[in-house]
């Protein structure tokens, strides 16, 4: 039986709104107190490193996790905030949603539709006509492992075949709910370490860029095997993954048919080319 600890449920019909310091916030009803704007984005060493960290940082996204109990967060959960460093980026998104606003609506389509993915329950835009800041807090997921984690402590053949198919399996149903995910690497999905490989089990992560086009073409879709199948093939390091393995998960992806298989084998070769680096 699995020992890890299951997130706690929150009815997602139950959202407040409200204004605060000059952004409008929106969340689940328990993370009403949730006091995002007051993390000390701009001075991370006045954070507690034991229990707030930041864990990326760029010029326009950084991105914090914090402890249950911090800054009133009733559970573990990771906070971005999204932020212009330019005038002529702010005029570009003039008339267009935060980009926290975008993945948060991403999160809740792919649930919507079956996919998981760590849940959106708190969003901060400032206001105005352009958002020049906006912040998205989604539930952590504690002591997950990344699928290429996963890959690198199978034991054996049957086990890295059964996460190819269930890898496999799981593009083929995104792509079929019409969703395109812009970075879509073995990195970015996310299963706990004690279930089985099974494409319900599987969180996608890092949902910006993606979207839900108006056609889902045959390009998008080689684009996202393409990439999930370099990362399993980095340049710098050996993972023992080969040709056979990459024909396992495309055919797991065309629903075992092998005609289907090896057309979708033709497109990520045509990618790569455009790519400059076949695999």
């Given at each position: 039986m699995s020992s890890r600890r299951a997130a706690p449920t929150f009815d997602a019909s139950t959202w407040v709104e409200f204004d605060v310091d000059g952004y409008h916030i929106?969340?689940?009803?328990?993370?009403?107190?949730?006091?995002?704007?007051?993390?000390?984005?701009?001075?991370?060493?006045?954070?507690?490193?034991?229990?707030?960290?930041?864990?990326?940082?760029?010029?326009?996204?950084?991105?914090?996790?914090?402890?249950?109990?911090?800054?009133?967060?009733?559970?573990?959960?990771?906070?971005?905030?999204?932020?212009?460093?330019?005038?002529?980026?702010?005029?570009?998104?003039?008339?267009?949603?935060?980009?926290?606003?975008?993945?948060?609506?991403?999160?809740?389509?792919?649930?919507?539709?079956?996919?998981?993915?760590?849940?959106?329950?708190?969003?901060?835009?400032?206001?105005?006509?352009?958002?020049?800041?906006?912040?998205?807090?989604?539930?952590?997921?504690?002591?997950?492992?990344?699928?290429?984690?996963?890959?690198?402590?199978?034991?054996?053949?049957?086990?890295?075949?059964?996460?190819?198919?269930?890898?496999?399996r799981l593009l083929g149903r995104i792509h079929d709910i019409g969703f395109y995910h812009d970075d879509l690497k073995a990195g970015h999905v996310l299963i706990f370490p004690h279930r089985p490989s099974l494409p319900e089990e599987f969180y996608l992560i890092d949902l910006l860029g993606g979207s839900f086009p108006p056609v889902m073409s045959r390009l998008r879709r080689a684009k996202n095997l393409y990439q999930m199948l370099r990362s399993f093939i980095p340049k710098r390091r050996e993972l023992g993954f080969t040709r056979e393995h990459r024909d396992v998960f495309l055919l797991a992806y065309s629903a075992g048919m092998p005609d289907e298989a090896m057309k979708w084998s033709k497109w990520v070769d045509r990618v790569g080319r455009l790519k400059g680096r076949k695999i």
């Open positions: 929106r969340s689940l009803a328990p993370f009403k107190k949730f006091r995002g704007t007051d993390i000390p984005w701009e001075h991370p060493g006045d954070l507690d490193l034991s229990t707030e960290r930041i864990v990326k940082s760029s010029r326009t996204r950084k991105v914090i996790k914090l402890a249950a109990g911090h800054f009133g967060a009733p559970v573990e959960v990771y906070v971005k905030r999204y932020n212009f460093q330019s005038w002529y980026r702010l005029l570009f998104r003039a008339g267009r949603k935060s980009r926290a606003r975008e993945e948060f609506d991403l999160g809740w389509k792919l649930m919507s539709k079956g996919v998981r993915t760590p849940r959106p329950v708190w969003l901060a835009e400032a206001k105005g006509a352009v958002a020049k800041f906006s912040l998205l807090a989604t539930e952590a997921l504690p002591e997950v492992e990344s699928v290429l984690d996963r890959w690198q402590r199978c034991e054996n053949e049957p086990e890295r075949r059964d996460l190819l198919v269930a890898l496999g």
